[in-house]
């Protein structure tokens, strides 16, 4: 016989909407509370993680190993090295990873984790710091910890006060405000954070420089100042830059001409036979360095109107060029 199928609940939108928000109020309220405990202990435990010559080791089991997970990439991508073990595997072999040097970050709501208690003797025995985040700051975590962090909350957002909703929010607030106090005290900055993330477009901006999507050798559009505008005209299409540097002998830069000087000087009505380069040139040009960032070029294009800069090295002399589609194929824009 086949079972009748199940019967669907029946869905109340103002009572989903009521507990939604009573959700935020509680773990707001949660997380008020944790700012106004927060006390020497904090400081003693950012001190702590600031001068270990190992690394942070955070640990937790089932909802607080999900935030201690979260914590530890946190800590790592803010120039804290960090890992996390999960507690059950420590107590079957991972706990060989710790050594006297690390720091020990256990999180646990009611600190009375068989796990962790398991692992406590062992971490004392090494030596290794110990630092607490737990919502009971009487229990057997707390007790052999030696620094604790008070993760207390009055009430879960469950209804039934049973899910880790509340105490969860406030442990990861406590793993935020610990890894924002330590990149600050690392003096941690963009370009460092942009170190740790390459693959993300803020590694990319802070990272590539102009020398890494200039165009090169042969690739650079460049004639001599005595060159007919024909000559001008293949050079710039040959290369498909859309400007033309003008150079001398040296190579040092004279000046550019660019297919929006072409247009203007078409509709001027000159004689486009005879003109050379150095007579239609701009002899201003925007330059910039190889080793200037890539996302200069493209605030240097935009704040001039242009979508072409010639690159110089420190003597004046021509080594490369870039325009807005080199940028955009290094992601850079």
Known sequence: MTEPPASIPTFDAEQALRLARETFEIEMHAIAGLRQRLGPPFALAVQAMLQVRGRVVVMGMGKSG??????????????TPALFMHTGEA???????IR??????????????????????????????????????????????DM????????????????????????????????????????FKAEDFARSHPGGALGRRLLTHVRDVMRSGDAVPSVAPQAGLTEVMREMSRKG???????????????????????????KGGDLRVATAREVMSRSPKTITPNALAVDVAQ????????????????????????????????VI
Do not use: W, Y
């Open 300 to 331: 240097l294009m935009e704040r001039h109107r242009i979508t072409s800069v010639l690159v110089v090295d420190d003597a004046g002399a021509l080594c490369g060029a870039l325009n807005s589609n080199d940028l955009m194929r290094a992601k």
């Open 148 to 187: 604790v962090l008070d993760c207390a909350v009055e009430k879960e957002a469950c209804p039934l006060n049973l899910a880790p909703t509340a105490s969860s929010m406030a442990q990861m607030a406590m793993g935020d405000a610990l890894a924002v106090a330590l990149l600050d005290a690392r003096g």
């Open 241 to 267: 830059l859309g400007a033309v540097a003008v150079i001398d002998d040296r190579q040092q830069l004279l000046g550019i001409f660019t297919d929006g000087d072409l247009r203007r000087l078409v509709e």
């Open 91 to 97: 107590i079957h072999g991972d706990l060989g990873m």
């Open 100 to 145: 006297a040097d690390d720091l020990l970050v256990a999180i646990s709501n009611s600190g009375e984790s068989d796990e962790l208690a398991a692992i406590l003797p062992v971490v004392k025995r090494l030596g290794t710091p110990v630092v607490a985040m737990t919502g009971k700051p009487d229990s057997t975590l707390a007790r052999h910890a």
């Open 66 to 79: 999900h935030i201690g997970r979260k914590m530890a990439a946190t800590l790592a991508s803010t120039g």
